[in-house]
């Protein structure tokens, strides 16, 4: 979408903003997990995903560090690119209808891969161990619910060619262009 011309507002790159050295949300997570959770200055990012995926009391801790922060960094983000005469600014956000997002955003597109897909993905692609990987899944709302929400469904299970082919369509459908 960003090479058809969206502005992308990414919630990950907003996460890792959010706590990086020296934010206020670096100095919060330290000081709610303890030192071993920094590593040469840094969140150790490895180590806290593993904490946060099994451990759903801490998950919830931690989002409620870094959702603050992550929706005032997106919001900014937002606003920069509607000053530069942005014509469509796309929010991506993985966990959005977790979060019970989803009624904050006039059109929501959801890029689909079945449950087996994104498991493979994870372990092959993402070198992360299976159980790990079925954590990550698990802790999410089921893939065939978010499918049902949203207004725009972007099948990923096939090639980079054929996923292209629909973005490409639906947005076409959504602009007009």
């Known amino acids: 979408m960003r090479d058809l011309g969206a502005d992308i507002v990414d919630a990950d790159e907003a996460a890792h903003a959010a706590y990086a050295p020296g934010t206020r949300g670096f100095d919060a997570v330290v000081r709610e997990f303890g030192p071993e959770y920094e590593r040469d200055g840094s969140i ?50 993985p966990l959005l209808y977790e979060n019970g997002l989803e009624d904050l955003f006039s059109s929501v597109v ?52 054929e996923t292209r082919r629909q973005v490409e369509e639906m947005w076409a459908q959504m602009t007009g262009r």
Not at 72 to 90: F, H, K, L, P, S
Not at 129 to 142: E, F, L, S, V
């Open 44 to 93: 150790d990012r490895g180590r806290l995903g593993r904490l946060v995926f099994d451990d759903e009391d801490a998950r919830r801790r931690l989002n409620a560090i870094v959702h603050p922060l992550v929706r005032e960094w997106m919001a900014e983000r937002t606003r920069e690119a509607a000053e530069r005469g942005a014509e469509v600014v796309i929010q991506d956000v």
């Open 110 to 161: 959801l890029v689909y891969a079945p449950e087996d897909v994104q498991l493979e993905r994870l372990v092959h692609e993402r070198g992360l161990n299976k159980d790990r990987a079925q954590a990550m899944i698990a802790a999410q709302m089921p893939i065939d619910e978010k499918r049902r929400r949203a207004h725009h469904v972007i099948d990923n299970s096939g090639t980079r060619e």
